[in-house]
């Protein structure tokens, strides 16, 4: 039988897959049974009290999260950060942001007397994280923080400490978590459809364009592991449910290409995890590697294309027993959810977290579980962050 989207709905709720992050760094913290799924997202149960949020950062993948919280049921843009002034009025405007309530990133401070901001959306470079966070947290604001959550794990534990000092909310804005078709995914291999995972392999890369501040080590931290190359690692975490213990990798900068004087261009890179399964993923600047994922297990496999904001398609088969000669069990999957969507997911599972006084389902302890995968994969190539 043919598994789409539609029969895969009459298998039952997907209520435990939002749990299935593998919180081993946040001390197996459990997602409340109560909470509210990604597959049943908070804009469709709306409180009728919506959480305001600070942008902070006006970049483009800031665009998205503007357009996704302005059609979300308990979320709304409250104040703007950004270091050019006309911009932010021109996005005030638009999002009917009073002036205000507009900042910039010396005065980002005063925030703190603003009641219409509940929480902050973290858009900034990759090196800034870790600042605004700490000042947001000082502030009494909760916390969603782009990924990769910083460019080191030291900085990630200061972020974590800071927001529970504070009393305050830290996520980190891994969309795919939230994303329907991926949590359709989960629950096959969760309910043993595969059998356990032996083998992964993910991609995610593209060829950037010259100027791109990515490609200053000081804001970007990296090359395109820091951009790229966090998908396929939080992905093989969030597949296997287990930590990597072992990593091999190798980097790629070829000396005519002038866009790459202080970050990489390619890493591939195989992680070893404790139930044996491997996985292999590469990272690039300068090759168009698309996005997608496949896992395989000995009574099947999956393949999932597109790791952007839409266009999510699950393909696959497994066995309708575990048993060999079994007739397999067709998966085609595809997403008819359009960008926005999967930030107007996010956003609103945070807002929900915030209002019922609940644990996110990719709270800081993820983003620095990447982080020291992450080191860990430079490491072994021989690089020194």
Same mark, same amino acid.
């Given at each position: 039988m043919p598994l789409s989207r539609r029969n895969f709905a009459k298998m039952g709720a997907l209520g435990f897959a939002a749990q299935w992050a593998p919180h081993a760094l946040a001390q197996d913290a459990a997602i409340p049974a109560a909470a509210p799924t990604a597959m049943q997202p908070a804009a469709m149960q709306p409180s009728g009290r919506r959480i305001g949020y600070a942008v902070i950062g006006l970049g483009s993948i800031a665009n998205h999260f503007l357009a996704g919280t302005k059609i979300s049921a308990q979320s709304s843009i409250t104040a703007l950060v950004s270091g050019h002034r006309d911009k932010a009025e021109r996005i005030a405007a638009q999002y009917g942001v009073p002036t205000t309530s507009i900042y910039d990133y010396e005065n980002f401070d005063r925030i703190a007397a603003n009641p219409a901001v509940d929480a902050v959306y973290v858009a900034l470079p990759n090196s800034m994280h870790a600042e605004f966070t700490l000042r947001a947290a000082k502030a009494g604001k909760h916390v969603l923080c782009e990924k990769p959550m910083d460019v080191s794990s030291a900085q990630c534990v200061r972020m974590i400490d800071a927001c529970k000092a504070a009393h305050v909310k830290l996520m980190i804005a891994y969309r795919l978590h939230y994303e329907p078709t991926h949590l359709q995914a989960l629950e096959l291999i969760r309910s043993g459809k595969l059998g356990t995972l032996g083998s992964l392999d993910a991609n995610h890369g593209g060829n950037i364009r010259a100027g791109e501040w990515r490609l200053t080590k000081a804001l970007g931290g990296g090359g395109p592991m820091f951009d790229h190359g966090v998908y396929p690692l939080n992905i093989f975490r969030m597949l296997t449910g287990q930590e990597p213990i072992a990593h091999? %990798?190798?980097?790629?900068?070829?000396?005519?290409?002038?866009?790459?004087?202080?970050?990489?261009?390619? !890493?591939?890179?195989?992680?070893?995890?404790?139930? *044996? %399964?491997?996985?292999?993923?590469?990272?690039?600047? *300068? !090759?168009?590697? *698309? *996005?997608?994922?496949?896992? @395989?297990?000995?009574?099947?496999?999956?393949?999932?294309?597109?790791?952007?904001?839409?266009?999510? @398609?699950l393909t696959g088969h497994y066995a309708s027993q575990p048993v060999l000669g079994a007739p397999w069990v067709e998966v085609d999957i595809a997403s008819t959810e359009k960008d926005p969507m999967q930030f107007t997911r996010q956003v609103d599972h945070f807002s929900d977290c915030i209002l019922h006084d609940r644990v996110p389902n990719t709270p800081g302890e993820d983003g620095l579980a990447d982080l020291l995968a992450l080191e860990a994969v430079y490491k072994s190539a021989g690089v020194t962050l």
């Open positions: 091999q %990798a190798m980097i790629s900068t070829p000396d005519r290409d002038a866009r790459f004087t202080e970050v990489e261009e390619t !890493v591939q890179w195989l992680s070893r995890f404790p139930s *044996g %399964a491997l996985a292999s993923g590469t990272a690039s600047y *300068g !090759v168009e590697l *698309g *996005g997608y994922w496949r896992a @395989h297990g000995p009574w099947g496999w999956l393949q999932m294309t597109s790791l952007t904001y839409q266009g999510q @398609h």
